[in-house]
């Protein structure tokens, strides 16, 4: 089956501080890549769609210039959470699927993100 | 707006033994997947199963088996011989034909029991 890779897998960082998380499709092309946020025990909270090229469509309530979306190729995505506060402590999962139906969505391992 | 609801937040199986968990969801489409997937402690989110709206016959895979009810919106996912490692969050989720966003039940821990 098709492979998504996240980068890192966990990062502590300092608060107000800038950290980037990669997601990458290692053997197939994704034409959309989903970013979703993930507390302890709750479900997946999706936060933005990304289409290889264009601006990330946001979720309600998320704040795009806290939370920056790249799609810049049809195998990279990238999450930087900007100035990041304790409150972003979370568990981040991308997604990524191809441009063909049924238009399957890939998981990658997840990036647990702690700010001090 | 379409909806995915899981009403049991909690369940425990003995090994061996077979376990249903509940989905419904809510929608106007005519086209659209339904899906369960499986979230082990280490998180990575894994899909059990697929089933397309327009496919009357359930879908299996192994031990895993759904039983979909269009009319009744209705989309349970059975797990026979329950194994130590089926232990999990079990998420139901919904997308539309034409739409590539998954709308997610809350989930239902599941845990199996030597």
């Known amino acids: 089956g098709a492979v998504v890779s996240q980068h890192p897998s966990w990062v502590i960082c300092k608060s107000g501080t800038s950290v980037k998380i990669e997601c990458r499709s290692l053997?197939?092309?994704?034409?959309?890549m989903f970013w979703y946020r993930q507390f302890p025990k709750q479900s997946l909270m999706l936060m933005a769609t990304?289409?290889?090229?264009?601006?990330?469509?946001?979720e309600q309530g998320v704040e795009k210039d806290k939370f920056l979306i790249n799609h810049a190729s049809l195998t990279l995505s990238t999450l930087t959470v900007t100035s990041a506060h304790p409150e972003d402590s979370s568990f981040y999962i991308c997604?990524?699927?191809?441009?063909?139906?049924?238009?399957?969505?890939?998981f990658g391992p997840g990036t647990r993100l702690t700010v001090t | 707006a379409q909806t995915v609801t899981q009403s049991q937040p909690e369940m425990s199986v003995q090994e061996a033994e077979t376990v249903t968990l509940s989905c419904t969801y809510d929608?106007?489409?005519?086209?659209?997947?339904l899906f369960w997937y499986k979230q082990p402690p280490s998180r990575q989110m894994i899909l059990v199963i697929r089933?397309?709206?327009?496919k009357q016959q359930n879908a299996t895979e192994n031990r895993f088996s759904v039983n979909f009810q269009k009319a009744a919106k209705s989309f349970s996912l059975k797990i026979s011989d329950s194994q130590l490692g089926d232990t999990a969050m079990y998420f139901c989720?919904?997308?539309?034909?034409?739409?590539?966003?998954?709308?997610w039940g809350l989930g239902t821990s599941l845990a199996v029991n030597p």
């Open positions: 990304s289409n290889e090229g264009s601006k990330a469509t946001y």
């Open positions: 997604s990524a699927s191809g441009p063909f139906p049924p238009y399957e969505q890939y």
């Open positions: 989720a919904f997308r539309a034909g034409n739409n590539r966003k998954l709308i």
């Open positions: 929608t106007s489409e005519n086209n659209y997947y």
């Open positions: 089933q397309e709206a327009y």
């Open positions: 053997d197939f092309q994704a034409t959309t």
